[in-house]
C-alpha cells in the first residue's frame, strides 16, 4: 500500500467457523492496533498484518509508514492471546517503500517476501534470529512493478501470486510456479489471470489450504482501493492447468459499521485453530472527504 495521506488503515481481529465467514473477535476490542500505537516514529497508518504463531506467543508483523520519510517499513506487535497486542518495533526498512510483509515458515526458518514494487522485485528476506534480523537471501521475480505477491507450496510446488499491473488502479494478477523456494520461477501458461478484473485481480492476503483445497483472498481496487475482499476456491491447479470459483455470490469482508472500518477493508490473514475455529487478522479504513456512493461498487466499463 502506498500512502496517500487521506486515508488511515488499522488492524483487527476477527474470528468465526470458517474463514470466509468471519466476524469481530468478541474477545477483542478493535482495532487492536493503530497509528497511535506506534512508538517509535510518527506513523500515517498500518496496514496489511501478517501473523504467526511460534511457540506460545503470537507475532504479527505490518507495514507501518513512518511520516519522517513518507515511507512503508516493516514493524512488529507481539500477543501472548492474538487479542492484546503491544508494538514491538520496525524489524525491516529498506530505501523504498515495504508493505504487504507475506511471512511463513519452512523447513525450520521463517521467511518474509514483503511488497517491494517501488524496486521492482520481489524479494525473499530470512530471519537470522526469529522475529528480528531479516536478512534479503533471494530475488525472485524483478523487471516490473510487482505487488501483495502470496506465496503458498502446493502439490510439492511453490506458487507465487503476484499483482503486476502498470499501476494500482490497473491491476494484472500473475502466477508463477517453482520446484524450490529460491527458484527459478516460472510464469504459468494461463497467466495472466482473472482477465485483469478490477475487483479481483490484487491479492488481498495468504492463501489458504483447506481439505486439500487452496483458497486466494482478493481485493477490490475500483472504484475505490481498499474497500473490500472476496475469496476463489481454486478447484484445479498444475503447471499447465488452472480453475477457480468465487466463494459465496459477493465479497466476504467489506465497510464496516465501526469508526476504524467504516470506509472499507482489504486484508486478511486467517489462521485455523486447535478447535477448528479460524482467528483471522485484517485492516480497515477511514478516508477524509469520503464520497460514500462509491461503496457500490461500478463497472468500470460505465466510464467509457
Not at 123 to 147: D, I, M
Not at 209 to 234: C, H, K, S, W
Request: net charge negative.
Amino acid at each position: 500500500m502506498i500512502p496517500d495521506g487521506k486515508t488511515q488503515f488499522s488492524i483487527g481481529i476477527y474470528a468465526g467457523e470458517s474463514p470466509f465467514n468471519l466476524q469481530p473477535a468478541p474477545m477483542a476490542s478493535n482495532p487492536v492496533l493503530t497509528p497511535m500505537d506506534i512508538t517509535e516514529a510518527p506513523s500515517g497508518t498500518v496496514a496489511d498484518p501478517f501473523m504467526l504463531k511460534v511457540g506460545g506467543d503470537w507475532y504479527m508483523f505490518f507495514e507501518l509508514t513512518n511520516r519522517f520519510n513518507n515511507k512503508g517499513e516493516i514493524a512488529l506487535a507481539t500477543s501472548q492471546d492474538a487479542v492484546n497486542w503491544k508494538f514491538e518495533q520496525i524489524v525491516l526498512s529498506e530505501p523504498f517503500h515495504m508493505s504487504y510483509p507475506y511471512v511463513f515458515e519452512w523447513d525450520g526458518d521463517f521467511y518474509m517476501v514483503p511488497e517491494t514494487g517501488r524496486d521492482k522485485s520481489v524479494r525473499l528476506y530470512k530471519a537470522g534470529q526469529f522475529p528480528l534480523g531479516w536478512t534479503c537471501v533471494a530475488t525472485l521475480l524483478q523487471g516490473s512493478r510487482f505487488a501483495d505477491s502470496s506465496l503458498f507450496r502446493f502439490g510439492g510446488l511453490w506458487w507465487l501470486f503476484t499483482d503486476a499491473g502498470a499501476d494500482a488502479k490497473s491491476p494484472t494478477l500473475r502466477l508463477y510456479f517453482a520446484t524450490d523456494l529460491f527458484g527459478p520461477w516460472t510464469e504459468h501458461p494461463n497467466s495472466p489471470m482473472a482477465d485483469g478484473d478490477p475487483h479481483i485481480s490484487r491479492p488481498g492476503g495468504r492463501v489458504v489450504i483447506i481439505d486439500g483445497t487452496p483458497y486466494r483472498f482478493a481485493q477490490n481496487v475500483y472504484p475505490v482501493y481498499g474497500t473490500e475482499l472476496r475469496a476463489f476456491e481454486i478447484y484445479e491447479l498444475s503447471t499447465t492447468t488452472y480453475g477457480e470459483r468465487q466463494v459465496g455470490d459477493g465479497p466476504i469482508m467489506g465497510p464496516g459499521s465501526d469508526a476504524w472500518n467504516r470506509h472499507g477493508m482489504h486484508h486478511i490473514d486467517p489462521h485455523l485453530l486447535h478447535d477448528g475455529s479460524w482467528l483471522a487478522c485484517v485492516d480497515g479504513c477511514i478516508r477524509r472527504d469520503f464520497d460514500e456512493s462509491l461503496l457500490s461498487p461500478v463497472d468500470p466499463s460505465s466510464n467509457d
